[in-house]
């Protein structure tokens, strides 16, 4: 599985991708790991722009054929933009977890969070023990 190398990852299989041009803005997706495991995603309920979220909270929900999963927020902070394309094509988590498939994006509270999450090596030695 590849696991890209310019991303930061929280244990419960969520992603941040940091702008390039403001470390405090982040992109929020889940792993290819997490989406292979829900198999077809079928729906995803978006958090509200402007909600804030406290890290390891739940921040969206995305059901599959199989069950439905919390998303949780990797990092605090504010929900500055969704990705309404979910709403009409919920399989993009599926097809393009890392790409056009990510779930918010949010303005960081508190940026040394991110100093808490796995880096590339660490999240792939925590799914393939």
Known sequence: ??????????????????DPT???????????????????IVYVELPKVG???AA???AAVVESVKAASDIY??????????NENLTSNPALLNTDAFGEGWIF???????SEVEHLLTPEGYQTQISS
């Open 73 to 82: 927020a990797p990092v605090s902070g504010t929900v500055t933009e969704v």
């Open 56 to 58: 390891s909270a739940p």
């Open 22 to 40: 403001d470390s405090t803005l982040v992109t929020v997706g889940i792993t290819d790991h997490a989406q292979a495991e829900l198999t077809d």
């Open 105 to 111: 994006k949010m303005k960081l509270s508190t940026p």
């Open 1 to 18: 599985m590849n696991i890209p190398s310019d991303l930061l990852y929280a244990k419960t299989h969520e992603w941040i991708r940091r």
């Open 51 to 53: 909600a804030v979220l």
